[in-house]
DNA sequence: TATGAGATCAACT
DNA sequence: GTTGATCTCATAC
């Protein structure tokens, strides 16, 4: 049987909830794309999140409906991908660290100029380079093209630890990924 | 293997 | 003017 797509009812529910389901579901993009090895949850109430101060122009997404992609400029250089999630207005997303190559992958080689498939999409930027994903694509739903994604149909083995790269509120445990992936944008212990 | 600089921009102080 | 949900390349060990 083909994996369900993932609607906007699942993305309605808790970032803590959505973020371990997301591990092992397929991400395309245009169809590249690949199964999510890792990702990271913000929520509304926590400093490290964009939302945390409230709505800006370039937060406003977040503010908005469940289901919407919203994609930021990271250190003036690289995109990030995140899928808005709980009731609208809750400003609470999931960030997309790092996806299994599996579709595409002659496409997202050359965007990226490398031919090492796990350097392709192991890192948000990177992730976002390889499928094409770039702020023109902020506020898009996810249940329509480009974006297709498929529900897991088997339950992973899920890790646990803190987040990446962030000083604010880096202890909380709120990075998920699959177990022992080779993947990772950087390894779970 | 590990560390450091540079790229480059929008939000925030 | 400083900082950041990053990555690459160069240089050092």
């Known amino acids: 049987m083909l994996s369900a797509k993932l609607n906007r009812a699942f993305f309605a529910r808790s970032v803590h909830a959505v973020a371990p389901d997301l591990i092992g579901a397929t991400l395309l993009f245009d169809g590249a794309g690949g199964r999510i090895v890792e990702v990271e949850a913000y929520h509304h109430t926590d400093p490290a999140a964009h939302s945390f101060r409230g709505r800006t122009e370039r937060n406003a997404v977040m503010f908005g409906a469940p289901g919407y992609a919203y994609v930021y400029r990271s250190y003036g250089i690289h995109w990030c991908l995140n899928f808005v999630c709980e009731p609208e207005g809750s400003a609470s997303a ?96």
Not at 154 to 163: D, F, S
Request: hydrophobic fraction near 45%; aromatic fraction near 6%; glycine fraction near 10%.
């Open 94 to 189: 999931v960030l997309i660290r790092a996806i299994e190559p599996i579709a595409g992958l002659g496409r997202m080689r050359r965007r990226r100029a490398t031919a090492d498939a796990r350097l392709l999409c192991s890192g948000p930027g990177r992730l976002c380079q390889a499928l094409g994903v770039s702020v023109i694509h902020n506020g898009l739903a996810l249940d329509r093209k480009p974006f297709e994604l498929l529900a897991r149909s088997e339950e992973p083995q899920i890790a646990v630890g803190m987040r990446i790269g962030i000083t604010k509120a880096a202890e909380l445990p709120w990075r998920y990924g699959l177990a022992g992936s080779r993947f990772l944008s950087k390894p779970f212990r």
